[in-house]
């Protein structure tokens, strides 16, 4: 009787479990990730207001406007993932001018004051900033991490380089609600069911999209109303 061995096989089984792991793991994830949604918009209404805050230049051909709220996880995703490069490659290089509208969901229990710390921050020119600490860092203030997301906030409003004291009197006298709540009924107006909701031209994008993606829609709002011989954004 031979002494039993090391089986030679047994590390292609286990390379191959590993791969069967990964594949399952990949097709679930395919499987959940939410669907993109694009529809026509709504030509019986007007312009998206001159609302919310705005990043780049006035002359851009293009206005994307997002509808998003800052405990979304999506959103988030699309802000620390996608965003860079639509600043950089669309917004900086002047074809694209972005605007961010509120649009809290009843459902996250801290987006509230989240929408307050922008605005707040926004009123000492500090938007974009508060725009970026929140989602960067949204697993420390959201409703899951904390019931009290305001100390959270004060911490980012001192990294962000905003006077605090004068944050913190805007944050509890909700001084911007009015404002908040504007953006959030012009985006049930025309119909956003969902964050993020992008519009891109005349079609409304609801995902947290690609770079890629993101592009392909600037690129059909240019096609649009590019005149005859204008080259495409790279």
């Known amino acids: 009787m031979k002494p039993k061995g090391k089986d030679p096989k047994r590390p292609f089984y286990f390379a191959l479990g590993i791969l069967l792991v990964i594949g399952i793991t990949a097709l679930s994830y395919l499987a959940s990730r939410p669907k993109q949604t694009v529809t026509q918009v709504d030509t019986t209404l007007p312009p998206v207001p001159n609302q919310g805050h705005v990043i780049g230049s006035d002359t851009a051909p293009v206005e994307v406007v997002e509808f998003g709220d800052f405990e979304c996880p999506a959103c988030g995703n699309f802000a620390t993932l996608t965003e860079p490069d639509v600043r950089k490659r669309l917004v900086n290089a002047g074809t694209v001018r ?11 229990r801290n987006t509230w004051p989240a929408h307050r710390a922008a605005w707040c921050a926004g009123d000492q020119g500090k938007f974009w900033e508060m725009h970026d600490a929140l989602y960067f860092n949204q697993d420390r203030w959201n409703g899951e991490a904390t019931d009290r997301p305001e100390r959270v906030m004060t911490d980012l409003a001192r990294t962000v380089g905003v006077n605090v004291d004068q944050f913190n009197t805007c944050m509890e006298s909700r001084k911007f609600d009015p404002q908040i709540r504007a953006n959030q009924e012009e985006a ?29 829609h600037v690129d ?8 005859a011989g204008a080259t495409k954004t790279k």
Do not use: W
Request: hydrophobic share 40%.
């Open 98 to 108: 972005f605007r961010f509208m509120d649009f809290p969901l009843s459902g996250h």
């Open 188 to 216: 049930l107006k025309r119909q956003v069911g969902s964050t993020p909701t992008f519009i891109i031209g005349n079609q409304k994008v609801a995902s947290a999209i690609s770079y890629d993606e993101f592009k392909r």
């Open 220 to 227: 059909e709002a240019l096609a649009q109303a590019r005149p």
